[in-house]
Each structure stands twice: as C-alpha cells, then as structure tokens.
C-alpha cells in the first residue's frame, strides 16, 4: 500500500512560480517498489491529463503544454517528488493529484494523492 501527502498549490499571478511536493509512505513506498511518481491535473469539465512524470530510473515525460516550463524532480531517499511550476498561465489552472505506480506483491497498482489547488490568475 502506498499513501500519498500533497503540499503546495495556491494563487499566483499569470508568469509566477509554484512548487508542489508529494510524499509517498506505506508498506510499498521503497525505491525498489515506487516504480514511477508523477502529477496530473484536472480542470473543470476537462478530463484529467498528464503534467509529468518521473520513473524510478531516473526517465520523465512531460505534456507538451508544460514542457520548458514546469520541472519534475524526485528525491528517491524520502520517497518525494516535486514540481516546479514557472512562466504559469491561466490555463495552467487545475486540481493536481500526485500520482504512484508501485508493485504491489506480483502485481502493481496505483496510489492517488487528494489534490491541490492551483490558480493562476490572469
């Protein structure tokens, strides 16, 4: 089992920065186990998409749309990664959720954090 703490969000102006942290505890929550750790976000009445996303190896992928501007990084020793917002846009504005896929015995599954609020206004 993997549970995840957010932290971060909030309201910033369009062009500023935000950082967000996400903490993974639980029986699964090891470097060996944490295969990936990522966010998503959702914004009202769209569906929930990708921001980026960080592998155990060390390997990130980004949507198009944050690329150059928001950063992943992952602390495999406390089991955190973050994110580095900058150059936000309005459109930027969603619901993150912190995201895991860790095995699970022979298996794996997927931990979701609650969400934080991110705003950017215009």
């Known amino acids: 089992q993997v549970q995840l703490t957010e932290s971060g969000g909030g309201l910033v102006q369009a062009g500023g920065s935000l950082s967000l942290s996400c903490a993974a505890s639980?029986?699964?929550?090891?470097?060996?186990?944490?295969?990936?750790m990522g966010w998503y976000r959702q914004a009202p009445g769209k569906q929930r998409e990708l921001v980026a996303r960080s592998t155990r190896g060390g390997n990130t992928d980004y949507a198009d749309s944050v690329k150059g501007r928001f950063t992943i990084s992952r602390d495999n020793a406390m089991n955190t990664v973050y994110l580095q917002m900058n150059s936000l846009k309005p459109e930027d504005t969603a619901v993150y959720y912190c995201?895991?896929?860790?095995?699970?015995?022979?298996?794996?599954?997927?931990?979701w954090g609650r969400g934080t609020q991110v705003t950017v206004s215009s």
């Open positions: 995201n895991a896929q860790y095995y699970s015995g022979t298996t794996h599954d997927v931990a």
């Open positions: 639980g029986s699964s929550a090891s470097y060996n186990a944490l295969i990936a």
